[in-house]
Protein backbone atom coordinates (compact mmCIF):
# COMPACT_ATOMS: atom_id res chain seq x y z
CA UNK A 1 0.00 0.00 0.00
CA UNK A 2 1.91 2.98 -1.24
CA UNK A 3 1.76 6.18 1.37
CA UNK A 4 -0.80 8.77 1.05
CA UNK A 5 1.65 11.73 1.91
CA UNK A 6 4.37 9.98 -1.01
CA UNK A 7 1.60 11.22 -3.41
CA UNK A 8 2.21 14.78 -5.45
CA UNK A 9 -0.37 16.76 -4.58
CA UNK A 10 -3.15 17.16 -7.48
CA UNK A 11 -3.11 20.76 -9.22
CA UNK A 12 -5.80 22.81 -7.51
CA UNK A 13 -8.18 24.07 -9.92
CA UNK A 14 -8.72 27.55 -11.10
CA UNK A 15 -11.92 28.96 -11.16
CA UNK A 16 -13.37 30.36 -14.59
CA UNK A 17 -14.65 33.89 -15.05
CA UNK A 18 -18.20 33.63 -16.31
CA UNK A 19 -18.63 34.52 -20.47
CA UNK A 20 -19.51 38.14 -20.80
CA UNK A 21 -22.54 38.32 -22.83
CA UNK A 22 -21.91 40.19 -26.42
CA UNK A 23 -23.41 43.32 -28.00
CA UNK A 24 -25.03 41.29 -30.38
CA UNK A 25 -26.49 39.09 -27.77
CA UNK A 26 -27.98 42.21 -25.84
CA UNK A 27 -29.28 43.14 -29.06
CA UNK A 28 -31.03 40.13 -29.89
CA UNK A 29 -31.94 39.39 -25.89
CA UNK A 30 -36.13 40.63 -25.69
CA UNK A 31 -36.74 44.43 -25.21
CA UNK A 32 -38.00 45.43 -21.92
CA UNK A 33 -41.02 46.16 -21.60
CA UNK A 34 -41.94 49.49 -22.66
CA UNK A 35 -44.50 51.66 -20.41
CA UNK A 36 -47.67 52.25 -21.50
CA UNK A 37 -49.07 55.76 -22.20
CA UNK A 38 -50.71 57.01 -18.49
CA UNK A 39 -54.93 57.32 -19.22
CA UNK A 40 -55.76 60.90 -18.66
CA UNK A 41 -58.26 61.32 -15.85
CA UNK A 42 -61.94 61.50 -16.98
CA UNK A 43 -63.76 64.61 -15.86
CA UNK A 44 -65.16 65.66 -12.96
CA UNK A 45 -67.92 68.10 -12.68
CA UNK A 46 -67.09 71.87 -11.66
CA UNK A 47 -68.64 72.12 -8.38
CA UNK A 48 -70.05 75.41 -6.63
CA UNK A 49 -70.91 76.97 -3.02
CA UNK A 50 -74.77 77.97 -2.37
CA UNK A 51 -73.35 81.64 -1.92
CA UNK A 52 -70.91 81.54 -4.93
CA UNK A 53 -68.03 82.53 -2.67
CA UNK A 54 -65.88 79.35 -3.77
CA UNK A 55 -66.03 77.24 -7.39
CA UNK A 56 -63.68 74.51 -7.95
CA UNK A 57 -63.09 72.39 -11.19
CA UNK A 58 -60.47 70.00 -12.48
CA UNK A 59 -58.03 71.68 -12.27
CA UNK A 60 -58.40 75.01 -10.45
CA UNK A 61 -60.02 76.45 -7.33
CA UNK A 62 -61.50 79.78 -7.07
CA UNK A 63 -62.59 81.33 -3.66
CA UNK A 64 -63.49 84.97 -3.72
CA UNK A 65 -62.38 85.86 -6.72
CA UNK A 66 -59.18 84.36 -6.45
CA UNK A 67 -58.38 81.12 -8.50
CA UNK A 68 -55.35 78.86 -7.34
CA UNK A 69 -54.00 75.61 -9.66
CA UNK A 70 -54.53 72.74 -7.68
CA UNK A 71 -50.95 71.58 -8.62
CA UNK A 72 -49.70 74.28 -6.28
CA UNK A 73 -51.95 73.72 -3.78
CA UNK A 74 -50.61 71.07 -1.09
CA UNK A 75 -54.22 70.90 1.01
CA UNK A 76 -56.74 72.75 2.58
CA UNK A 77 -58.05 73.18 6.02
CA UNK A 78 -61.31 74.30 7.29
CA UNK A 79 -61.37 75.41 11.13
CA UNK A 80 -64.37 76.94 12.74
CA UNK A 81 -63.63 79.93 14.75
CA UNK A 82 -65.40 82.20 17.28
CA UNK A 83 -65.60 85.80 16.74
CA UNK A 84 -64.05 86.47 20.36
CA UNK A 85 -65.23 90.15 21.01
CA UNK A 86 -68.44 89.81 19.90
CA UNK A 87 -68.55 86.29 21.99
CA UNK A 88 -67.26 88.12 25.14
CA UNK A 89 -69.32 91.39 24.69
CA UNK A 90 -72.40 89.35 24.76
CA UNK A 91 -71.74 87.65 27.42
CA UNK A 92 -70.54 90.56 29.70
CA UNK A 93 -73.15 92.86 28.83
CA UNK A 94 -76.00 89.78 28.95
CA UNK A 95 -74.64 89.29 32.85
CA UNK A 96 -74.75 92.99 33.46
CA UNK A 97 -78.00 93.80 32.18
CA UNK A 98 -79.24 90.53 34.30
CA UNK A 99 -77.41 91.53 37.36
CA UNK A 100 -78.73 95.29 37.38
CA UNK A 101 -82.32 94.03 37.00
CA UNK A 102 -81.96 91.72 39.65
CA UNK A 103 -80.79 94.69 41.60
CA UNK A 104 -83.74 96.68 40.63
CA UNK A 105 -81.58 99.12 38.83
CA UNK A 106 -83.66 98.45 35.64
CA UNK A 107 -87.11 98.67 35.00
CA UNK A 108 -88.36 95.50 33.57
CA UNK A 109 -88.80 96.79 29.80
CA UNK A 110 -85.23 98.28 28.91
CA UNK A 111 -84.08 94.99 30.89
CA UNK A 112 -85.96 92.54 28.30
CA UNK A 113 -84.32 95.27 25.58
CA UNK A 114 -80.92 94.64 26.84
CA UNK A 115 -81.32 91.14 27.64
CA UNK A 116 -82.34 90.31 23.69
CA UNK A 117 -79.64 92.78 22.26
CA UNK A 118 -76.95 90.60 24.46
CA UNK A 119 -78.07 87.81 23.88
CA UNK A 120 -78.02 88.60 20.25
CA UNK A 121 -74.23 89.59 20.37
CA UNK A 122 -73.29 86.51 22.40
CA UNK A 123 -75.17 84.05 19.25
CA UNK A 124 -73.62 86.23 16.65
CA UNK A 125 -69.96 85.55 18.61
CA UNK A 126 -70.82 82.20 19.27
CA UNK A 127 -71.77 81.08 15.40
CA UNK A 128 -68.42 83.05 14.36
CA UNK A 129 -67.61 82.12 10.63
CA UNK A 130 -65.48 79.29 9.09
CA UNK A 131 -61.88 79.46 7.96
CA UNK A 132 -60.43 78.67 4.93
CA UNK A 133 -56.43 77.95 5.04
CA UNK A 134 -54.79 76.86 1.96
CA UNK A 135 -51.11 75.03 1.95
CA UNK A 136 -49.59 76.16 -0.94
CA UNK A 137 -46.03 74.60 -2.84
CA UNK A 138 -43.28 76.70 -1.63
CA UNK A 139 -45.27 80.13 -0.97
CA UNK A 140 -47.04 81.66 2.08
CA UNK A 141 -50.57 80.27 3.54
CA UNK A 142 -53.64 82.13 2.39
CA UNK A 143 -56.50 82.47 4.57
CA UNK A 144 -60.12 82.75 3.63
CA UNK A 145 -63.37 83.75 5.62
CA UNK A 146 -66.38 81.73 4.96
CA UNK A 147 -69.77 82.46 6.64
CA UNK A 148 -72.26 79.85 7.27
CA UNK A 149 -72.86 76.74 8.73
CA UNK A 150 -69.47 74.26 9.13
CA UNK A 151 -70.68 71.03 7.45
CA UNK A 152 -71.66 72.07 3.93
CA UNK A 153 -68.00 73.79 3.75
CA UNK A 154 -66.15 71.04 5.27
CA UNK A 155 -67.73 68.28 2.45
CA UNK A 156 -66.60 71.11 -0.21
CA UNK A 157 -63.41 71.14 1.24
CA UNK A 158 -63.46 67.36 1.29
CA UNK A 159 -63.84 67.47 -2.15
CA UNK A 160 -61.16 69.65 -2.81
CA UNK A 161 -58.45 67.76 -1.05
CA UNK A 162 -59.59 64.53 -3.03
CA UNK A 163 -59.20 66.76 -6.47
CA UNK A 164 -55.48 68.10 -5.35
CA UNK A 165 -54.75 64.94 -4.45
CA UNK A 166 -55.62 63.54 -7.54
CA UNK A 167 -54.05 66.00 -9.63
CA UNK A 168 -50.57 65.24 -7.66
CA UNK A 169 -51.11 61.63 -8.39
CA UNK A 170 -51.40 62.08 -12.34
CA UNK A 171 -48.83 64.56 -12.70
CA UNK A 172 -46.34 62.01 -10.48
CA UNK A 173 -47.41 59.19 -12.80
CA UNK A 174 -46.82 61.27 -16.13
CA UNK A 175 -43.66 61.90 -14.55
CA UNK A 176 -42.76 58.71 -14.16
CA UNK A 177 -43.82 57.83 -17.84
CA UNK A 178 -41.38 60.69 -18.70
CA UNK A 179 -38.16 59.07 -16.78
CA UNK A 180 -39.16 55.62 -17.64
CA UNK A 181 -38.93 56.38 -21.54
CA UNK A 182 -36.01 58.10 -21.44
CA UNK A 183 -34.57 55.66 -19.47
CA UNK A 184 -35.37 53.05 -22.04
CA UNK A 185 -33.86 55.43 -24.94
CA UNK A 186 -30.38 56.03 -23.17
CA UNK A 187 -30.13 51.87 -22.83
CA UNK A 188 -30.96 51.52 -26.48
CA UNK A 189 -27.95 53.99 -27.43
CA UNK A 190 -26.00 52.12 -25.10
CA UNK A 191 -26.49 48.73 -26.51
CA UNK A 192 -26.37 50.34 -30.18
CA UNK A 193 -23.05 51.77 -29.37
CA UNK A 194 -21.55 48.35 -27.21
CA UNK A 195 -22.67 46.56 -30.74
CA UNK A 196 -21.24 49.06 -33.05
CA UNK A 197 -17.63 49.12 -31.45
CA UNK A 198 -17.69 45.25 -30.73
CA UNK A 199 -18.27 44.91 -34.60
CA UNK A 200 -15.26 47.26 -35.20
CA UNK A 201 -12.59 45.04 -32.89
CA UNK A 202 -13.92 42.07 -34.80
CA UNK A 203 -13.07 42.61 -38.73
CA UNK A 204 -12.42 39.55 -40.80
CA UNK A 205 -8.78 38.92 -41.82
CA UNK A 206 -7.93 40.70 -45.55
CA UNK A 207 -7.06 38.09 -48.21
CA UNK A 208 -3.85 40.12 -49.15
CA UNK A 209 -2.55 39.38 -45.61
CA UNK A 210 -2.53 35.45 -46.67
CA UNK A 211 -0.11 36.33 -49.06
CA UNK A 212 3.52 35.59 -48.40
CA UNK A 213 5.78 38.62 -49.88
Avoid: C
Avoid at 58 to 67: A, E, N, P
Avoid at 73 to 95: H, Q
Avoid at 122 to 144: D, K, Q, S
Amino acid sequence: MKDLEAQPPADPTLPVAPEQPSGAALLTAAPAATSEPTPELPPAPPLRSDDGRLTLTDTTLTVRGQTFLLLELERAELTPVRWILWYLLGGLGLAAVMIAFLQNWLRTGPAMIGMALTALLLAYGHRGTNRLRLHRLGHELVNFALPGETPPWQRLIAEVNRRIFRVHDQAAREAAAVLAAADEAMRQDALEAQAATEAGGHDPPNDNDLIDP
